[in-house]
C-alpha cells in the first residue's frame, strides 16, 4: 500500500487549501483514509477520516465546519478541503490508511497503531 500527499503550502488566516492522498494497493474497499497533523512540539493529532466502504466521515472539533473530506473513487484519491484556516492549523499534515473500515485511530488520535502513512505536506497559516 502507498499514500501520496500533496496540496500543502503557505496561507494567510481565512484563507483556503486542498489537500490530496492518492492511494495504491488496496484490492477492496474495506479500508479507512485518515488525515493526521503534526505542529512543531506537539504529538500528532487526528484530524479527519473517511470510511473507504460506506463513505462516513469523522472531524475533530477543532476543524469540524471548516475542513471537509471526501474522496474520487476513479481517481483513489481523498481530499481534504480546508477552509478559514487558522494559524493554529499550521503543521505539517499526513495522510493514513487503515486495513479496516473504520476511524478509531483518528478519532482517538491513535497514531501509533497506524497500518499505513504517507509522506507529510507543509501547511502553514500565516499574515
Known amino acids: 500500500v502507498q499514500l501520496q500527499a500533496s496540496g500543502g503550502g503557505l496561507v494567510q488566516p481565512g484563507g483556503s487549501l486542498r489537500l490530496s492522498c492518492t492511494v495504491s494497493g488496496f484490492t477492496s474497499d474495506y479500508y479507512a483514509i485518515g488525515w493526521f497533523r503534526q505542529a512543531p512540539g506537539k504529538a500528532r493529532e487526528g484530524v479527519s477520516c473517511?470510511?473507504?466502504?460506506?463513505?462516513?466521515?469523522y472531524y475533530a472539533d477543532s476543524v469540524k465546519g471548516r475542513f471537509t473530506i471526501s474522496r474520487d473513487g476513479a481517481k483513489n484519491t481523498v481530499y481534504l478541503q480546508m477552509s478559514s484556516l487558522k494559524p493554529e492549523d499550521t503543521g505539517i499534515y499526513y495522510c493514513?490508511?487503515?486495513?479496516?473500515?473504520?476511524?478509531?485511530?483518528?478519532?482517538?488520535?491513535?497514531?501509533?497503531?497506524?497500518?499505513?502513512w504517507g509522506n507529510g505536506t507543509q501547511v502553514t497559516v500565516s499574515a
Open positions: 473517511i470510511n473507504r466502504r460506506d463513505g462516513s466521515t
Open positions: 493514513s490508511a487503515d486495513g479496516a473500515p473504520t476511524c478509531a485511530k483518528v478519532r482517538l488520535s491513535y497514531y501509533y497503531g497506524v497500518d499505513y
